[in-house]
Structures are given as C-alpha cells and as structure tokens.
T-cell receptor
C-alpha cells in the first residue's frame, strides 16, 4: 500500500462542465475525508465518510457537489456545472477512526482549473 | 466566531537557528491539536499530535507545546536546515469525538543557508 492516491493530478475544464475526481485511501483506513484548498489558505473541510456512510457535509458543499464511497473503499467527488470559483486543489485524506494518536494521511491532491 | 490563527504568513530564519511557529485558537475546546508540513503542490504530511492534557511533545528536532489556558500551541524546529523550508499547518479537532480536523492557514517557513 503506497498511501492515498488521487486521480487525476490535474484537470482543466470549461465552465459549466461536470468533473469527477477519484480517491483511493489506505486500504485499512475506514475514514475518508475531502478537503479543498486555495492558494494561501489552509485546507477547508468538505465532507467525510466512515466506511460507506457519509457522516458530515460542510455548508461549503453546494448541491452541485456530490461525493460517494460506494463500497467503503475508494471515493469519488463530482462537481456539476463547474464555476470559476471551483478552481482549487481538492485533497483527499484517510485515517483509522479508532487510532487518535495518528493524523490523517493525505493524497497529493487534484488541481482543478475552470476556464 | 471560531478561529484558528497562525500569526505569521511567512517566517525567514538562518540555518542552524530555532524556528518557532505559533497557532492560536478562539472559541474551540480541542481534545487535541496536530501539526502538518506541506510542500508546494503536495498534500499535507502529518508531523505531531498533542493532547489537551499534554504540555509538550517531541520528535527528533521538532517540539510542540499546548497551553489550553492561553489557547495556543507553539511548534519549534531546532537546528533548522534549508530542507525544513515548507508551509506548516496547525489543525485541531473542534470537539472531543470524531469531528474532522479544522486547519489554520499555515506559516511559510524559509530557512536560509
């Protein structure tokens, strides 16, 4: 297991198009998180899953955003009708819920540019 | 309102000196606090976690303190090296339990040879 994997690394899309990102967490981690980060800011929480259940969604997550984790393994984040304000780095992280001595393991992110 | 403030956007120090980064929080009662390192174009990497009942934690050249009265954590890198240049993020769990991490904006550290 080589850590958290995110695909694609970069995505350029035209305004109004739909995009989907994928995250493969560390296999034994039951929690998966999505964050968004813009230049000069810290990561902002979007949503998280424990196994396949989506436990919390941020108010940042408009109805154009949807996330799934169908079998409690990989997750997808879809943005519909993209807007220029959606341009950001989308980060995925995973953790083991019962081990609180450890932080999150992040992927390298997907950089989205909406033109 | 709830805030996490890392009070320096950027910090430049000479190689070999100790870098000290500050994280202050308002209107949170965190069970624990974490520090991450982030390099450009990469995801954050976990460094250290300190609990509310711990005053200090060390790992190699890194030291973190946590003062729940001052609502502040300090992050120290001793004998700093140019390879330590990165952005350092403070993060906390807002409440005891399993709520997700909330991050500060980070401090960009540059260690000059």
């Amino acid at each position: 297991d080589t850590g958290v994997s995110q695909n694609p690394r970069h995505k350029i899309t035209k305004r109004g198009q739909n995009v989907t990102f994928r995250c493969d967490p560390i296999s034994e981690h039951n929690r998966l998180y999505w964050y968004r980060q813009t230049l000069g800011q810290g990561p902002e929480f979007l949503t998280y899953f424990q196994n396949e259940a989506q436990l919390e969604k941020s108010r940042l997550l408009s109805d154009r955003f949807s996330a799934e984790r169908p079998k409690g393994s990989f997750s997808t984040l879809e943005i519909q009708r993209t807007e220029q304000g959606d341009s950001a780095m989308y980060l995925c992280a995973s953790s083991l819920a019962r081990y609180r001595n450890y932080g999150y393991t992040f992927g390298s992110g997907t950089r989205l540019t909406v033109v | 309102s709830q805030k996490i403030e890392q009070n320096s956007e950027a910090l430049n120090i000479q190689e070999g000196k100790t870098a000290t980064l500050t994280c202050n929080y308002t209107n949170y009662s965190p069970a624990y606090l974490q520090w991450y390192r982030q390099d450009p174009g990469r995801g954050p990497v976990f460094l250290l976690l300190i609990r509310e009942n711990e005053k200090e934690k060390r790992k190699e050249r890194l030291k973190v303190t946590f003062d729940t009265t001052l609502k502040q954590s300090l992050f120290h890198i001793t004998a700093s090296q140019p390879a330590d240049s990165a952005t350092y993020l403070c993060a906390l769990v807002p409440f005891s339990g399993n709520t997700p991490l909330v991050f500060g904006k980070g401090t960009r550290l540059s260690v000059i040879a």
